[in-house]
């Protein structure tokens, strides 16, 4: 159990890749603080059944205050927090539209919650990481960032800006011991990715993306987990300022 006694914070953890992370972490030994503006409860009553540690906290990923006091509350509980995955996100609400056409309202929202809500968890993490002597930030994005589609320019540019954060975090956080990648996700069969592909139409897109990828399969959640593992254990001490890009080989980065 390579990260056992570990204390890792997961956001967007309910459901979908986030709750595959958290079981995953669980399963290695790790304490989990499954943090959603969602119900986590079913994720936290899975891992404490399986025989696991897990504490439940509600947050808004986009508001500082309630990024406070999930970190407080997380803190006070466990006493510290190793590692973070920054995975919550808005995604399975966006339906593929025309760049030109996108409502304000939403790019914000997007750039709100997958951009400045990654930041807000980082800073809040980090100053406890720095006083604790260090600690690993895990910043999800996806393969969007790497090969532009039609269809989604906001999601395209957040989950990019997430990368250049995390590079420029990487640099801002080595000399306190923290270290900053990003894992990068191919078109993972969540129930979010399906409810996108029913309601655009685009059910052709699966088999289009697995006949791109090395492997032939389409992406399930479990397929992630190792690279948050890797990421949050001692033997990724000396990487910090990368992206690792779980895909089944569809973007050769
Ligand atoms: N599924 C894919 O194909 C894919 C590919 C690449 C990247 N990603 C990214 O991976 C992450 C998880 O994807 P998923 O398919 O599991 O999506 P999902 O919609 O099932 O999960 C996102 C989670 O984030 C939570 N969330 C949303 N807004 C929040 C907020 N303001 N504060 C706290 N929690 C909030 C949701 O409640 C949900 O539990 C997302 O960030 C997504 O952008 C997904």
């Known amino acids: 159990m390579i990260l056992r006694d570990k204390v890792g914070l997961i956001t967007g953890s309910a459901q979908g890749i986030g709750r595959a992370y ?9 304490k989990v603080v499954v943090a959603d503006l969602a119900d986590g409860s079913g994720t936290v009553k899975d891992i404490v059944s399986g025989g696991g540690d897990a504490l439940l906290v509600r947050v808004d990923v986009g508001d500082e205050s309630s990024v406070a006091a999930m970190i407080e509350t997380t803190v006070e509980h466990y006493g510290r927090i190793d590692y973070v995955v920054n995975n919550a996100g808005v995604y399975g609400s966006l ?46 994005s996806s393969f969007l960032a790497h090969v532009g589609a039609e269809g989604g320019v906001h999601y395209g540019a957040s989950q990019a800006a997430i990368i250049g954060m995390s590079r420029a975090l990487a640099r801002e956080l080595g000399k306190f011991g923290i270290n900053v990648n990003v894992v990068t996700s191919g078109l993972t069969m969540t129930d979010a990715s399906l409810g996108i592909i029913e309601r655009s139409g685009m059910s052709s897109v699966v088999d289009k993306i697995v006949d791109a990828q090395c492997l ?16 949050a254990s001692k033997y990724s001490d000396f990487i910090t300022g990368q992206v690792l890009n779980v895909d089944g080989g569809l973007v050769l980065y």
């Open 22 to 30: 958290a079981l995953g972490v669980a399963r290695e030994g790790s």
């Open 95 to 140: 339906t593929p539209q025309d760049w030109d056409s996108i409502p304000t309202d939403e790019w914000n929202t997007t750039m709100r919650v997958d951009v400045h809500g990654q930041y807000l968890v980082c800073k809040n993490a980090s100053s406890i990481m720095k006083a604790q002597g260090g600690g690993k930030i895990i910043n999800m």
């Open 216 to 231: 032939k399969r389409p992406q399930q959640s479990e397929d992630l987990v190792g690279s948050i593992v890797f990421l």
